[in-house]
């Protein structure tokens, strides 16, 4: 977190790993790198490395999906839904919702809601999966739509202040 804020560089946040976590720590400090190559090389290590444990992935999916980093991350959202049948037969339930609260919550935008909107209509899913997907994009429908609204009062209150 302290390297997300800015207030360390990673540089310092590698010189201070905790020994015998440093695996895990690692992965929590490349995924709080806003680098969009970097995220795109730390999501095929989450698909391509079979021994990272899974709660190694989950400690990071929350700095990988930040918030502030959802630009960076969009582009990665559709492989991550594609992924998810794979996940779900090779890895705990709980991984997998995890992956699916993480990459779909790190997002707010339209786009993303479109994406996860196709995933939807086009895959034949899991039935767990679909419940959960669908919780999911109905979060971040809510999000969206509440993101909408703020911008649309604060359009029309700026509009209106230009008029007095």
Known sequence: ??????????ARAWRTLA?????TLRLQLDAARPDPACKARLFDRYLSQHDLADEAITASLGLF???AHARSTLPLLAPALRALPRLYRNR?????N???DAFVGGQSSPDALAIVQRFLARKAIEPHLRRKLVD???ELQL???ARHR??????AATGSRRSV
Do not use: D, Q, Y
Request: aromatic share 10%; hydrophobic share 45%; charged share 20%.
């Open 19 to 23: 020994p015998g976590r440093e695996r």
């Open 1 to 10: 977190m302290l390297v997300l804020r800015g207030a360390w560089t990673h």
């Open 65 to 67: 999906n930040h918030p």
């Open 143 to 145: 999000v969206v739509s």
């Open 98 to 100: 995890r992956w699916i």
């Open 92 to 96: 705990k339930i709980f991984f997998v």
């Open 150 to 155: 703020s911008m649309a009062t604060l359009s």
């Open 136 to 138: 999911a994009e109905h």
